[in-house]
Structures are given as C-alpha cells and as structure tokens.
C-alpha cells in the first residue's frame, strides 16, 4: 500500500471468504509536516487478573461485570480523547498466565490473542484508531524472558507469532527487524525498540559486551538519532531505562545485575554527542512515573492499562530500588496503585504535553516541556 497519501483519512471494511461484508472501519496517516499530533500508550494488559478480579500485585480490583462483558475502561476513555494513534508498549497478553497453566503451544498462545482483541470497547476504539505494537517478555515467552533455554514457548515461536498476530510487517516477513522509526509530525519522531529478539542472556554478566538490544540495533538507534532534525526524539521502550526499578530485577536496563552498563553507556553517548529533546516512554512497569536520569534523559512509565495490573511502585533512595543513593529526581509516582494510560500531545509552538490519566480518563499528572534550543 506505498500509494497511500500522507495526513489523509482511508475507510474500509472486510470481506469475508463467504462473501459477508464487516462494517466499516478507518485510519488516518501520518503527515511528516503536520503541525501537531496526538497519541496514547499503554502497556500490561492483564485479561486474566481483569476477568477473574483477582489482582497481580495488590492493586485495585474495580472491573464490573459489565466491565468484563465490553473490555478495559481505558479504552472508552482513550476514544474520547480521539488520538491520532495508540502504542502498544508490550506485554499486550500473557502467555503466563494463570501461573498454572501457561499458553505453551501454538492454539493457547492465539487463544490469548484472540480472548484480547475480541472484547467490544477494543473493537470500537481500533475500529477508527491505527496502532504501533511493541512486544516484551509475557506476550514473547514467559516472565523476564531472554532468548536462552528449551523451555516452552520456545524464543522462535514468541518471534514468529508475535509477527503474525499482530501488522507489523507484511505477511510471512520474517527478517527485517521489528525496530524502526517515525516521523509523525514537523516536531516529533519515535523510535520502537525491540527488547527481547536481539538480548544477552539475562544472567550474563553486565559489562559492555551485554546488550539488551544487540549491536545492530545500537548502531541503529545512534545512527538514526544523529541524523535526525526532529526538536524532539521520543524513545518507546517496552521497559525501563531509568527507573528506579526493584534492585531484585535483573531483566531490564536499570538493574545493576541485568544491562546497566548499556544504558549508561548510551546515556553518555547522548551527551557527548549533544543530542537534546530525548525523551523515553516505557511500559513493563505497573507503576505509572516521571523520573529524570542524572543525566537529564527524561523517563515516562505508563503503568499497568488496568487497575488490577497495578502495583505499588518504588522511589528514588529506597535501599530496595536500582537507585539506593537517590540519583534520579522523580517529579511524579502516582500515590495509589491504578491503571491507567499516557496521552503525548505535539502543539504547532513545539511545546510537548505529557498527561498521565488513570484507566476511567482521570488527569492524575501533566507536564508541559519546551524544547532546548
């Protein structure tokens, strides 16, 4: 579809084999030129612990039954907001769970897929809304998965079907990377980043051979970076890069034991280079925040999407976290757990707001930035 004309709305609809015609749908493209732009994030959609009301992790339990008939309130309340787009930063299902009986083969693992995507708010939202997925460790494998092991599902089977269900690629692509990159507006580019087909295995020790992204995708993502006139460069990661995170984790860039050494490395490469405006977007945390690296990168948790996702999260200092010593500032953690979601909003000034919401559309935290010159 390379004919496709920039900033412009396309509608269609689905035709079944039996000739049954779907209702109609539409997507807007992106316009490189625009002027403004909008979008929401969000991460660790946990059907199961919505389904059952039974929390992973303390959160709150509030999903009605009618809630569970039609689908995360998160959804409903993103539609009103009426996005350009949404970013779906990993961990969309999990094969995990319930912890008993994960999704190990083929048909389990699209059966998560398919319970997913089949509630009615999701279909109404994607009905009208184009979407970027990202994947990490649950809707890849299992828990803090890397690429090592013979355990089910195997690494090759989380690629391969992780490209299948969800229009990433064409149709049988099964080579080009999953990173890429997006200019959405005059001001604005995203970078995707893939976290968990390129990784060192997860207990290697951190130094500068352990990669989380792998050497291509570095290389990459710096050369990319550099050549980029955006005022700003927004990162989504589908986990942390600077946290804090728990000091018991060893799967992300934040943890000492796990990629450290790659972040900060990067974190200087940025520096040195004088590249501004980098600012990173991640899931995987179930606690939504703003925290700033000693750096100045500047990070932006979107939480769990539901509330009984949530969890409690950790501050800057607590001898419990990845920042013991209380480096990173942290100008927001949300006081209670809940779900939620993240809407990014590019003016025509150049000015960039960041709203955090809870899962039924409630303002939580706002942050309005202006780009350095």
Known sequence: MADLQSGTRYFYRLVFEDGRKGSTRSFKTLDPEAKSVSF???????????????????????????????????FAAMQKLKPDFFIGAGDVVYYSFPLEAPAKTLPAMRKKWHEQFRFPRMAEFFANTPAYWLKDDHDFRFDDADRSGDKLPLASTGMSLFREQMPIHPAGDQTTPNYRTHRISKDVQLWFLEGRDHRSDNKSPDGPEKSLWGTEQRQWLERTLAASDAKWKILISPTPMVGPDRASKSDNHTNPAGFRAEADSFFEWLKKKDIKNVLILCGDRHWQYHSIHPTGVEEFSVGALNDENSIVGIKPGDPKSTDPEGEIKQPFLYDEPSGGFVQVTANPDSTLRIAFFNDTGRLVHLVDKQPYR
Request: with cysteine.
């Open 40 to 74: 929401t994030i969000g991460s660790c959609m946990n059907y199961l612990a919505f389904t059952t009301g039974i929390s992973n992790g303390g959160g709150p339990v509030t999903a009605s039954e009618e809630d569970k008939q039609l689908g995360y309130p998160a």
